[in-house]
């Protein structure tokens, strides 16, 4: 199985600051990442699929980047409902797995 | 606008089977060429996909579940199931029914997700 190893686990950040996670595949995995966004409460929404492709109606703030095994999301200037638990997630032929999360927090 | 609705049992017993419906709306199942999928998250824990399975019945399974999980179709009520067989505590999640694009790739929309604890 592909693992996907996703830090930080936690992320302290302010608004207006630009915030990077990353995620590394144990394998090649190509672009086959995606990436989500979950609030308390809420299923985990889509923002990113194929590495870098925005799912239509997420702002432009949030992007991807990577190829392989190592992976970035970055949000280039966090608003306040910018807040909440990200995860990665990679797709390999029939195979899904997620990285473990991280908790974006205010500062 | 498609939607997907979980519906559960809320409380299963331990060693006994946890089934799972979710009925798809505003979209059909059929000629859909989707997989249709679950995916689990215990409380305060991360993500867990299940398996899934395609309008011809086709199914996917994660290998450390398979040998307790079935997926089913039933294109006639435009719904898709799930049964884990043999539960403990340690099932006690929130399940969420998704939309597969592709083959099993990126999920979207999801269900709003049921509760299920496992207790005696």
């Known amino acids: 199985d592909i693992q996907v190893t996703q830090s930080p686990s936690t992320l302290s950040a302010s608004v207006g600051d630009r915030v990077t996670i990353t995620c590394r595949a144990s394998?090649?995995?190509?672009?086959?990442l995606a990436w989500y966004q979950q609030k308390p409460g809420k299923p985990p929404k889509l923002l990113i699929y194929?590495?870098?492709t925005l799912q239509p109606g997420i702002p432009p703030r949030f992007s991807g980047s990577g190829s392989g095994t190592e992976f970035t999301f970055t949000i280039s200037s966090l608003q306040p409902d910018d807040f909440a638990t990200y995860y990665c997630?990679?797709?390999?032929?029939?195979?899904?797995?997620f990285g473990q999360g991280t908790k974006l927090e205010i500062k | 606008q498609m939607q997907l609705q979980e519906s559960a049992p809320g409380l299963v017993r331990p060693s006994e089977t946890l089934s799972l419906t979710c009925t798809v709306s505003?979209?059909?199942?059929?000629?859909?060429?989707?997989?249709w999928g679950w995916i689990r998250q215990p409380p305060g824990k991360g993500l867990e996909w299940i398996g899934a399975?395609?309008?011809?019945?086709?199914?996917r399974y994660n290998p450390s579940l398979k040998s307790r999980v079935t997926i089913s179709v039933d294109t006639s009520k435009n719904q898709f199931s799930l049964s884990l067989r043999s539960v403990t505590t340690t099932d006690t999640a929130t399940y969420y029914c998704?939309?597969?694009?592709?083959?099993?790739?990126?999920?979207?929309?999801w269900g709003h997700g049921a509760l299920v604890t496992v207790s005696s």
């Open positions: 998704v939309r597969h694009f592709g083959s099993i790739d990126w999920s979207d929309p």
């Open positions: 505003g979209a059909s199942i059929s000629h859909s060429s989707y997989y």
């Open positions: 399975v395609y309008e011809d019945g086709d199914t």
């Open positions: 394998q090649n995995i190509n672009v086959w």
């Open positions: 194929q590495a870098s």
């Open positions: 997630q990679q797709y390999d032929t029939y195979s899904v797995t």
